[in-house]
């Protein structure tokens, strides 16, 4: 069983940045997917984008070149780093994870273990 506990959600200025992170518990941090997703009020939740347990990543559209995820083995904990955020940003933010290769990364339905989710606020 891995738990995931996340946090640095919070109020920020549209063009502003914010970094969440994602902790597990276990042993076994170095052998997981990670994935995050969103959902904003009245939306499917959908993915940000993933690092593989290799540390290869991919992201949705509207994350490329914006967020940056990484993880850092040693804390069993990775990050979610969002740069020029706007309003449409604004969402709950959920940290995921599962073990092995997830060809199909951006299937919430492959993750087995989620964080609780964090508010992110961006005003204009």
């Known amino acids: 069983q891995v738990q995931r506990v996340q946090s640095g959600g919070g109020w920020v200025q549209a063009g502003g940045a914010r970094r969440l992170s994602c902790a597990a518990s276990g042993r076994t941090f170095r052998s997981l997917a990670m994935g995050w997703f969103r959902q904003a009020p009245g939306k499917e939740r959908e993915f940000v984008g993933g690092?593989?347990?290799?540390?290869?990543?991919n992201y949705a559209d509207f994350a490329k070149g914006r967020f940056t995820i990484s993880r850092e083995n040693a804390k069993n904990t990775d990050y979610l780093q969002m740069n020029s955020l706007n309003p449409e940003d604004t969402a709950v933010y959920f940290c995921?994870?599962?073990?092995?290769?997830?060809?199909?990364?951006?299937?919430?339905?492959?993750?087995?273990?989620w964080g609780q989710g964090t508010q992110v606020t961006v005003s204009s």
């Open positions: 995921a994870a599962a073990f092995g290769y997830l060809s199909s990364n951006y299937d919430p339905a492959l993750y087995n273990y």
């Open positions: 690092i593989r347990s290799g540390g290869g990543t």
